[in-house]
């Protein structure tokens, strides 16, 4: 055994990220997923911005990063934008484009990166599929070797120095080491659906639905539409000669999508919904919105989205939040004859310990953030190995570092995103409204600070990061 070894439960973004981070500084690490090589995998879309750009910077090689961003899609032109709110009107309440401050994201599909970020940990041999959690142990507790034992569903067992949780927000070892701070949101159902969408449709649509993410957050309904329009890496020859190929957006049309989720109180969605046909499902949705916001929701979805994804499989659930701990929750949670709770050998990243509301799109951001946060940490504790042996006060100091930066930040962004609720205001009342009104006025403050500041030196946006030029 490598005198240091890290185990990654889960291969999601946020584990396949910081394992590839490890293997490039030649740390041992194994990444164990639970479904097989060939489960299908939900292929929604994402979007990412300054804080997922900062782990992917922190983790990839160059050449790495660069085949990711190439996949990054476009709205109104642009690799980089923010959402545009709407009320129940269908009147624009808050262009959040118009503030260089505010983070702005490109999209990206979730299959797609996931896959880019599996291929180097999978080519290295250090992927592992079929391989479910049952539960891990400590052993020699307090020892120079001490160690951390993870045992499968199908009883094989590997040992190491670090176990991360990475496997999401119905992550098994959250509840193992104590923290249970994960919990399901019982107020509101979410539908979520995605279609290809050729470049003939993009042009023949309303353009409403391209110039940015569309938000919508009004009688305790929301809804949230985007466009995928991934560049075209190459034109076929006889394309790139032709007049057409200079009048037509370049868009990859085998991979380019859209995106549209809905929520709606789970107190006014048919108990049976999961078992209704596709078609049933849409027209509930449909009438739904209808019934709730102005006509032209109803129109525009009948029209627009509902023909774009007609067909498209629909997935229902209801999401899953997280409470914030105490900073002294792995204090409170040991147990000297259960080694295991609370034991700073066992680190969470991501969902498994911060999931949130997706109302502002942060929660995969945060997950990729954690791993720049965590892999100088782990490089620290390799390098320490190599000359001597990780005791407990060096991995006690070590989680302290991580928790330390990663709490006040990620769980800051769950606060932010409705806490343990759907939503943190709803605009159609009037602290929701008057609330909507002071982001943009405190926005618009903030901007015109920036420009005065401006003229002794230049403000550099997230928007404006390199990966999102072009």
Request: hydrophobic share 40%.
């Amino acid at each position: 055994m490598a005198p240091f070894k890290v185990i990654i439960i889960g291969s999601g973004l946020a584990g396949n990220l910081l394992a590839n981070g490890l293997i490039n500084n030649n740390v041992d690490v194994e990444v164990y997923e639970r479904l097989a090589r060939d489960a299908k995998r939900e292929g929604y879309q994402i979007r990412l911005g300054e804080n997922a750009l900062i782990g992917l910077r922190a983790c990839l090689t160059p050449e790495r990063k660069q085949a990711i961003i190439t996949k990054f899609g476009r709205s109104n032109g642009k690799f980089a934008a923010a959402p545009i709110m709407y009320n129940g009107n269908f009147e624009q309440t808050l262009d959040l484009n118009r503030f260089p401050n505010y983070e702005k994201s490109a999209a990206i599909s979730r299959k797609i990166l996931r896959d880019l970020l599996a291929e180097p940990v999978d080519e290295a041999g250090r992927l592992f599929y079929g391989k479910g959690i049952k539960d891990y142990s400590v052993i020699n507790a307090g020892a120079d070797n001490e160690k951390v034992r993870v045992r499968f569903e199908d009883n094989s067992t590997s040992d190491c120095d670090i176990l991360i949780a990475a496997d999401g927000a119905h992550s098994k070892i959250n509840g193992l080491i104590g923290l249970d701070n994960l919990i399901t949101l019982t107020s509101h159902m979410s539908f979520l659906a995605k279609s290809d969408l050729p470049t003939e449709s993009y042009l023949r649509g309303d353009k409403v639905f391209w110039r940015a993410p569309i938000g919508v957050l009004w009688g305790k309904r929301a809804m949230y539409y985007c466009a995928y329009l991934p560049d075209q890496v190459r034109l076929n020859a006889d394309t790139a000669d032709s007049g057409d190929a200079k009048q037509l957006p370049q868009y990859d049309q085998s991979i380019s999508s859209c995106f549209f989720a809905y929520a709606a109180p789970v107190g006014e969605v048919p108990d049976d919904i999961k078992g209704w046909s596709t078609e049933q499902q849409w027209k509930w949705i449909e009438r739904d919105m209808g019934a709730h916001w102005c006509t032209k929701y109803h129109r525009t979805t009948s029209q627009e989205i509902a023909q774009l994804l007609h067909g498209a499989e629909l997935y229902i659930y209801q999401g899953r939040v997280s409470q914030r701990p105490s900073a002294k929750w792995r204090q409170n949670v040991q147990n000297e004859s259960i080694p295991e709770r609370g034991h700073p050998r066992v680190l969470l990243i991501g969902d498994s310990i911060h999931a949130m509301m997706p109302s502002l799109g942060m929660g995969g951001n945060q997950a990729m953030r954690d791993t720049a946060t965590l892999l100088p940490i782990l490089v620290q504790l390799n390098e320490k190995a190599k000359s001597g042996i990780v005791g407990r006060t060096d991995v006690e100091t070590a989680c302290r570092e991580y928790e330390k930066e990663m709490m006040p930040r990620a769980f800051g962004w769950v606060d932010r995103s409705g806490g343990t609720t759907a939503f943190s205001e709803d605009p159609s009342t009037w602290t929701g409204w008057l609330k909507l009104k002071w982001i943009g006025v405190l926005l618009d403050i903030a901007y015109n600070v920036q420009r005065l500041t401006s003229l002794f030196y230049t403000p550099v946006y997230t928007g404006d990061a390199p990966e999102f030029q072009g």
